[in-house]
Nanobody, 120 residues
């Protein structure tokens, strides 16, 4: 059974920093990407950043230059460094892992989320 466990969320002042971690356990066939999304109550979950097993990364425009993702595909771990945090970064942050399901089709796995609150 695949499990993704996030940690590192918390309360921080505007301009502050946090580092989120996510560790995946269980077998993920063909793991090729790990990433982060976030969601505010009443809104859709939005893409934040992704790291691939080919050493490529991608970011949402809203976090470029402030957040940095790093993936360790050997240990199935992904980190997200959040700098220069803004009030609007407040959300629950979810870890994602993308691989192949038992039938060979793409499958995306999710963690339970870790809350980030930016407040003065």
């Amino acid at each position: 059974q695949v499990q993704l466990v996030e940690s590192g969320g918390g309360l921080v002042r505007p301009g502050g920093s946090l580092r989120l971690s996510c560790v995946a356990s269980g077998k993920i066939g063909g793991l090729y990407a790990m990433g982060w999304y976030r969601q505010v109550v009443g809104r859709q979950r939005e893409f934040i950043a992704t790291s691939t097993n080919r050493d490529t990364t991608d970011y949402a425009d809203s976090v470029k230059g402030r957040f940095t993702i790093s993936g360790d595909f050997v240990n199935k771990t992904v980190y997200l460094q959040l700098n220069s945090l803004k009030l609007e970064d407040t959300a629950v942050y979810y870890c994602s892992a993308e691989g192949l399901g038992t039938n060979g089709s793409p499958r995306q796995y999710w963690g339970e989320g870790t809350p980030v609150t930016v407040s003065s």
